[in-house]
Nanobody, 124 residues
Framework: QLQLVESGGGLVRSGGSLRLSCVAS????????IGWFRQAPGKEREGVAC????????TYADSVKGRFAISTDNAKGTSSLQMNNLKPEDTGVYYC?????????????????WGQGTQVTVSS
């Protein structure tokens, strides 16, 4: 069973940057599609970025386009989410997730493998 571990969260001021990392326990992500999601208190989990395995297509939520960048090295089993110009509304627990099919999916229910999450807090 693929296990994922996120790191890199923290407290940052509005306009600041953070880089989140996700590492696969198996040391490889094979051909998995990787998604990054976030969940704010009292809200549903939402997708922010997704990348098809081995340099495939990338999609972003409209709210993060131009500010966030996903990268994945399937062979090394790592994925990163670079977050720039952070805003208070970006606050939440961020998760990386994986799925086998080689295309992104709109909802969390399509991703069977999840990390434990890392907290991102953006102060105004």
């Amino acid at each position: 069973q693929l296990q994922l571990v996120e790191s890199g969260g923290g407290l940052v001021r509005s306009g600041g940057s953070l880089r989140l990392s996700c590492v696969a326990s198996e040391g490889t992500l094979d051909y998995h599609t990787i998604g990054w999601f976030r969940q704010a208190p009292g809200k549903e989990r939402e997708g922010v970025a997704c990348m098809v395995g081995h340099g495939g297509s990338i999609t972003y939520a409209d709210s993060v386009k131009g500010r966030f960048a996903i990268s994945t090295d399937n062979a090394k089993g790592t994925s990163s989410l670079q977050m720039n110009n952070l805003k208070p509304e970006d606050t939440g627990v961020y998760y990386c997730a994986a799925r086998r099919p080689p295309h992104c999916a709109p909802g969390a229910e399509y991703f069977p493998y999840w990390g434990q999450g890392t907290q991102v807090t953006v102060s105004s």
